[in-house]
Nanobody, 125 residues
């Protein structure tokens, strides 16, 4: 069983900052490889979109709308991804979902994308 646990969401004023964290948990005894960990968001009335991602090797990708404001980081040993969000704006309001592309060695399913439970980020004056 794989679980992604998110934390760090909340209410912030425009221009403020939040840091989201996502930790991957795998049942004891399982062998696995985590490649890409990413962050997606879904705003009211909109489709889910990629915000940022980072590979285990450090390659990053950002949505144009967040470049220069958001930074995604990885701690491979801790199986953790963090999203530092600075200068938050009203349009950043959304539920943010962590993702992890994981290969379970014992699984016949190949690489599977797992999702966190989502954490609400609300930017409001």
């Amino acid at each position: 069983q794989v679980q992604l646990v998110e934390s760090g969401g909340g209410l912030v004023q425009p221009g403020g900052s939040l840091r989201l964290s996502c930790t991957v948990s795998v049942v004891s005894g399982s062998s696995f490889v985590i490649n890409v960990m990413g962050w997606y968001r879904q705003a009211p009335g909109k489709q889910r979109e990629l915000v940022a991602s980072r590979t285990a090797g450090g390659i990053t990708n950002y949505a144009e709308s967040v470049k220069g404001r958001f930074t995604v980081s990885r701690d491979n040993a801790r199986r953790q991804s963090s999203l530092q969000m600075n200068n938050l704006q009203l349009e950043d309001t959304a539920v943010y979902y962590c993702s992890a592309d994981i290969l379970l060695i014992s699984s016949s399913d190949g690489v599977t994308r797992y999702w966190g439970q989502g954490t609400q980020v609300t930017v409001s004056a």
